[in-house]
């Protein structure tokens, strides 16, 4: 019976842990080019279209590294990464740069308004955060609580069954 608990709370965490590895850190966009060693900050694309490399974190259906047209908006590089998720604060995203110059962007004031100069322009080496919403913060805590609950509750009947 301790067996079978112990396998039980294997699968129980690694199932935690793989589900949060992806919701962290999402998929990494193919079409991305990563800079480790290239001087260049600009890349010249197909059709002679100027690239920019930027970094795009947090609550969005595909996180990471991409190369994007120079003229791209914070909705466009948003948009490529298959839009944001349903646990994003638009209220509160941010563009951190490399001279660690902080713009906190709201979003959902740009999509009331449709004010463009809400928008900063994306410069290489910017790094985007979608953060996520305090609804987002409970629902994991509800989920560790829940699987704790459940890890406990083997225990205690395994210990029955001695």
Known sequence: MRIIAGILLLIL???QLFSQNLDTFGGFNQTA???????????LGSGDIL????????HVQRPGI?????????????????????TARLTDVRVVRKDQEV???????FLRTGDVTILPIIQPGDTI????SI?????????????????VNVFVLASRYK
Do not use: M
């Not at 080019?33 to 890349?43: G, L, R, V, W």
């Not at 120079?70 to 990464?81: R, V």
């Not at 713009?103 to 004031?109: H, L, R």
């Open 13 to 15: 965490l690694s199932g």
């Open 33 to 43: 080019t990563q800079f480790s060693d290239k001087p260049a900050q600009y890349i």
């Open 51 to 58: 690239l920019v490399n930027v970094n795009l974190w947090g």
């Open 66 to 86: 991409y190369s994007v047209p120079s003229s791209y908006t914070l909705i466009d590089l948003i948009s490529s990464a298959g839009g944001p998720l349903s």
């Open 103 to 109: 713009i906190k962007i709201d979003i959902e004031k």
């Open 129 to 132: 955060i979608v953060s996520g």
């Open 135 to 151: 609804s987002d913060i409970f629902t994991r805590l509800v989920g560790l609580f829940r699987d704790i609950a459940i890890i």
